[in-house]
């Protein structure tokens, strides 16, 4: 797998490294799907489309080892105003490899989408065993780097996408 230290990395390009989280290698397998869509970083989506959980789909080897997932807005509420980054939409613990999400504990469900253009991340993180992670009670101003450490969880995976407003919606309006 590759390392985001790799130049042109896209979640390096993306700016997830440094804004959300620090420098990793990929040792899991992340297949994520929207509306039967497979989602690579940086691909494009409307707030109408993102409405419905992901379906995700984990890699691995052993079922013994547990997975938590988490979804957070890194622009929330605007990007040129962060000021409540982290966002968190949706968190999954206790995910054993080689299943999927609907095998976890839903620690939060999906939230609504903004209807502005923001950098949505879907991360996964190994756990050091069952029951071991906790969700925060909170959704804003949640960090994804202080959760992994106070849970003693290591990335393993990552995917962005970025979510645009919907056709027709704000913008200027010519009379």
Excluded at 6 to 30: A, E, K, W
Excluded at 51 to 60: E, Y
Excluded at 132 to 154: G, I, K
Excluded at 159 to 173: A, I, L, S, T
């Amino acid at each position: 797998m590759a390392s985001s230290r790799d130049y042109g990395d896209p979640l390096l390009v993306g700016g997830i490294i440094g804004d959300v989280l620090n420098p990793f290698t990929s040792t899991v397998s992340l297949k994520v799907l929207i509306n039967n869509r497979e989602i690579n970083n940086g691909c494009e989506l409307r707030p109408s489309h993102v409405v419905n959980r992901p379906r995700i789909t984990i890699g691995g080897e052993d079922l013994r080892t547990f997975y938590t997932l988490v979804m957070v807005d890194a622009d929330a509420p605007s990007p040129s105003n962060p000021f409540l980054r982290e966002y968190l939409h949706w968190m999954v613990t206790d995910i054993p490899a080689t299943t999927n999400t609907t095998f976890g504990k839903y620690g939060h469900s999906i939230s609504a989408f903004s209807n502005r253009i923001h950098r949505f991340i879907i991360v996964l993180f190994k756990q050091l065993g069952r029951d071991t992670v906790f969700p925060p009670e909170w959704r804003h101003n949640f960090n994804t780097r202080d959760f992994a450490c106070n849970n003693s969880l290591a990335p393993v995976a990552a995917v962005y996408f970025n979510c645009q407003r919907e056709r027709g919606c704000g913008g200027r309006r010519m009379e």
